[in-house]
Structures are given as structure tokens and as C-alpha cells.
């Protein structure tokens, strides 16, 4: 099987090599920006009316070989779909991040842990109801 997957924007940050970047988004008060392609501006009506977004997007400087991975806080090794390694097959990452405003095609974010020119592949709002697990 086949499919295709086109960026509908791309990461403005100031993390310009891996070795700069948070680990995760939760671990930086750093804003980026995330600037949408024109032909999806109609797709943001009403995203400023939310708090946080989830952010998909493609580690496009990625290692797609490595199927095993050592998280930072353990010692042992794990295969990578039990750690949240941004070295995968398919390196789709997850973010959760707070909405701090829009100009136009652009989204303020904060606590998006990609690098500058990150490929984004979609977004959606969080809802805590939904996406929060008890």
C-alpha cells in the first residue's frame, strides 16, 4: 500500500540542529512560530477560539533505520515504538502545544520541540475530554 503525505506548513524555531532541541515539548517555554501554507488558510477559522493544539508534523532529519532506542532517563534499551524517539520508520511526531495567538497564516505556538523548517502534516485541537486519559 501506497499513500501520500503533503506538508500543509513548516516550523519556524531557533532549534537548528538536533542536539539544541528539548527532548520533549514539555521540557521548553520556547516559542515557534508555524507557518501554514496559503492554500490551507480557510482550514484555520476558529483555531484561535483554542488553547492547545496538537501538532503532527515529520522529522524529516530523522534516522528511519534504528528500530531500538535508550529514553534519557533509563539505562536500558527498548524497541523504538515503546519510547518516544524521533528516530523511527516513520517519524510522525506528536506535540501538544499551547495556541498563543495567529496573524494571518501564522500560529504562535509554545512548547514544540521541532526543528526550524520541520515539515507540518496537520493539526488539531486538544480537548482534555477527549484526549486526556483518567
Known sequence: MNFE????????????????????????????????????????EDIEKKSHLIILS?????????LRATPPHEKIEHGVFATRSPNRPNPVAFSVVDLLGRDGNVLRVRGLDALDGTPVVDIKPYSPDIDCMK
Open 58 to 66: 515529520w522529522f524529516d532529519r530523522a534516522d528511519r533505520t534504528l
Open 5 to 44: 503525505i503533503r506538508p500543509i506548513g513548516y516550523v519556524r524555531s531557533p532549534y537548528l540542529e538536533k542536539k539544541n532541541a528539548p527532548r520533549q515539548r514539555r521540557l521548553s517555554d520556547t516559542v515557534s512560530e508555524i507557518v501554514i501554507d496559503e492554500l490551507y488558510l480557510s482550514g484555520l
